[in-house]
């Protein structure tokens, strides 16, 4: 059972996906929640979204500025 986490050209493959939420996903690769977009199947997920085994999830940074 495994998940494929896809970071700016660079492809993370997650195996413990038990209760795996996106929110576990940006903590376990050190990432803060406020500065990524999870996008699932084309559609944005958020945080409390349970991720199921073989999704593919596309993590966005996201741009703010003045």
Do not use: A, H
């Not at 209760?19 to 996008?39: I, Q, S």
């Not at 993590?59 to 003045?66: A, K, N, Q, R």
Request: glycine share 6%; net charge neutral; with cysteine.
């Amino acid at each position: 059972m495994t998940v494929k986490v896809i970071l700016r050209n660079r492809e993370i493959i997650i195996d413990e996906i038990k209760d795996l939420t996106v929110r576990k996903v940006l903590k376990k690769l050190e990432l803060l929640p406020e500065t990524y977009l999870c996008v699932r199947n084309g559609e944005l997920v958020t945080e409390q979204e349970l991720i199921k085994d073989g999704d593919i999830i596309r993590l966005v940074p996201v741009i703010s500025g003045g």
